[in-house]
């Protein structure tokens, strides 16, 4: 049975990587009391084991993923990024390089605490801190060695490898059981009500509503009266009752069995039902004006639009709500209801003296023809319709992948941030420039939900399946001392680090705290772990603050290991 697995496996490799998936997830899905592995950590064992059978799987495909994964993250939380760098942000680039600092002496001591050669203290480094870049850094340090051997210096590389391979699943899997769990569970964080708290904060006290979710309060409601005889609105047209009510407007009129539109012209009669849409205050109290408050006949549609108009037009930039009202004149605003105001993503109070700037976003209420006598004097419309701005997609995707292949040095090593943090930075920007020049960019929420977890659940299982075979077979060859040390060198500093940036630092935010945690580590699988347990993109801020300095500082140390650690093989 299982030879037919691998043969299996081996002509079509795409079905090992989603029956991983597919694995990983339903692993992920069990408990043992409060602890819950999680889909990401699932699909990582999952795959290890999965991996036993020497799968080929094109390792680009991981990096492609991953990048997808990557840019969905930073779109997700560009506005929020940016409006939170703020000197709160030093605090965290201090956490930063303390975390990578500890790492560091964690792997010193080990190195000379077990007698280990250069290439395996660098390799635990690689694993245990879960920075690949170790692996070129630290081998090229290598290989420049004085008064060593050429065979010494093959050895030395290997065990870069040997060590990575070693440490590496703990690597990734010990961070996503601290944030995901352990902290948590010390500090009785619920990390979804959280999430939602901070959400919070950052839109200015609105809640974030769960999916299928809605807010059942409307500003602006529509209601139904039949006009008496002695009814105000009597042989009065439908512009003449907009004037006189201000902020309410008759929509259609029913009058024997037939519906007419209400144009500016059209008198209301007695006998008439007249639907009218208007604010809650307005029409709380117009039954005196127009009758009774009557039901609508169930063949009866008034059709509305919500539309969003960014705001552009000079005249009215620098000018407040109640400004812009009063100067739009009746015969044109009647039927238009500002119901919002937004700014870089952001809502704002609702207030008739809020001043308006250019690019705010403007959500309106009203029938599409009130509202399209309305957009021409405000800005352009946003479309409603959810659909992926592949240009600027593209765009984005490419400039990250190019941003990823820039190099730069630091005291004389070469540095680069991959195309991981290279994407991240372009979807942060792009993110951004949706939220302020909301007519670019758009990338709708399911469509960035679907790669950010897509991209994730492909690159966790290919990391799985590619390590699984070279960490059993050297877990067998050097024991499980190396192991270990890899655990102690991935779960020390984050328990150092945490809560001296908890208390120290006063980094007390339960999602900055653990953002912090993993960007220290630049600890991907363990990032995306936490957003999965937070359901929003509230760690993005403080995970790519700290992911930054996590890949400078981390790459630095492959060469420092090889230069301080003096034992050869």
Same mark, same amino acid.
């Given at each position: 049975m299982l030879d037919y697995v691998d043969k299996l496996f081996d002509a079509a490799p795409l079905l090992a990587l989603f029956v991983t998936i597919c694995l990983g997830y339903v692993v992920g899905k069990l408990t043992i009391g409060q602890f819950v592995l999680g889909g990401v950590a699932g699909s990582l064992l999952v795959g290890v084991l999965i991996g036993q059978l020497n799968i080929e799987i094109d390792t680009a495909m991981k990096s492609v993923f991953f990048a997808l994964f990557i840019y969905a993250v930073g779109y997700q939380g560009g506005p929020q990024f940016f409006r939170s760098i703020n000197r709160r942000s030093l605090n965290m680039?201090?956490?930063?390089?303390?975390?990578?600092?500890? *790492?560091?002496?964690?792997?010193?001591?080990?190195?000379w605490a077990f007698d280990l050669d250069r290439g395996t203290a660098?390799?635990?480094?690689?694993?245990?801190?879960?920075?690949?870049?170790?692996?070129? %850094?630290?081998?090229?340090?290598?290989?420049?060695?004085?008064?060593?051997?050429?065979?010494?210096?093959?050895?030395?590389q290997t065990n870069v490898a040997v060590g990575y391979a070693v440490c590496y699943i703990f690597g990734n899997l010990g961070p996503i059981i601290m944030v995901t769990w352990f902290f948590p569970m010390v500090m009785k964080w619920d990390i979804r009500q959280e999430a939602l708290k901070l959400a919070r904060e950052m839109s200015g006290g609105k809640a974030e509503l769960e999916a299928g979710q809605f807010n059942?309060?409307?500003?602006?409601?529509?209601?139904?009266?039949?006009?008496?005889?002695?009814?105000?609105?009597?042989?009065?047209?439908?512009?003449?009752?907009?004037?006189?009510?201000?902020?309410?407007?008759?929509?259609?009129?029913?009058?024997?069995?037939?519906?007419?539109?209400?144009?500016?012209?059209?008198?209301?009669? /007695? *006998?008439?039902?007249? /639907?009218?849409?208007?604010?809650?205050?307005?029409?709380?109290?117009?039954?005196?004006?127009?009758?009774?408050?009557?039901?609508?006949?169930?063949?009866?549609q008034l059709v509305e639009e919500h539309r969003e108009i960014i705001l552009t037009q000079p005249q009215f930039i620098g000018k407040s709500i109640g400004e812009m009202h009063d100067a739009i004149d009746v015969e044109t605003r009647h039927g238009v209801y500002l119901v919002a105001v937004k700014r870089m993503g952001r809502d704002l109070p609702m207030l008739a003296g809020l001043e308006l700037h250019k690019g705010d976003e403007l959500l309106f209420t009203g029938a599409p023809k009130d509202l399209n006598r309305v957009q021409s004097l405000i800005g352009y419309k946003i479309t409603a319709a959810a659909v992926t701005d592949f240009v600027f997609f593209g765009l984005g995707m490419s400039i990250g992948i190019l941003l990823g292949l820039l190099q730069f040095k630091v005291a004389g090593i070469p540095v680069t941030i991959g195309t991981g943090g290279g994407c991240l930075l372009s979807g942060l920007t792009f993110g951004w420039l949706r939220s302020t020049h909301p007519r670019f /960019?758009?990338?709708?929420?399911?469509?960035?939900?679907?790669?950010?977890?897509?991209?994730?659940?492909?690159?966790?299982?290919?990391?799985?399946?590619?390590?699984?075979?070279?960490?059993?077979?050297?877990?067998?060859?050097?024991?499980?001392?190396?192991?270990?040390?890899?655990?102690?060198? %991935?779960i020390i500093p984050q328990i150092v680090v945490f809560y001296f940036s908890y208390y120290v630092l006063r980094i007390q935010n339960p999602i900055e705290a653990l953002g912090c945690v993993v960007g220290g580590r630049s600890a991907n699988p363990g990032f995306a772990a936490l957003l999965a347990k937070a359901g929003n993109a509230t760690p993005v801020v403080s995970f790519t603050v700290c992911y930054a300095v996590a890949n400078v500082f981390l790459t630095i140390w492959g060469p420092l290991i090889v230069g301080i650690i003096t034992k050869n093989p």
């Open positions: 680039l201090v956490s930063a390089f303390v975390m990578c600092l500890v *790492g560091l002496i964690c792997v010193l001591v080990s190195a660098a390799g635990l480094a690689a694993g245990g801190l879960t920075q690949s870049a170790i692996i070129g %850094t630290a081998g090229d340090a290598i290989a420049k060695l004085s008064g060593v051997t050429a065979e010494q210096i093959k050895t030395m059942a309060i409307r500003k602006i409601v529509t209601r139904v009266y039949k006009v008496s005889d002695k009814s105000k609105a009597a042989g009065k047209t439908a512009l003449e009752i907009d004037d006189e009510l201000s902020d309410a407007a008759v929509e259609e009129i029913l009058r024997n069995g037939e519906t007419l539109p209400a144009g500016d012209d059209t008198k209301v009669e /007695a *006998g008439d039902s007249v /639907a009218v849409t208007g604010r809650v205050d307005v029409l709380r109290d117009s039954a005196p004006y127009f009758g009774e408050e009557t039901t609508a006949p169930d063949s009866f /960019a758009a990338l709708p929420t399911g469509a960035s939900n679907f790669l950010r977890d897509f991209g994730l659940a492909v690159f966790v299982a290919i990391v799985g399946i590619s390590a699984g075979p070279q960490a059993i077979t050297t877990m067998k060859e050097y024991g499980v001392t190396l192991f270990f040390l890899g655990v102690g060198v %991935t």
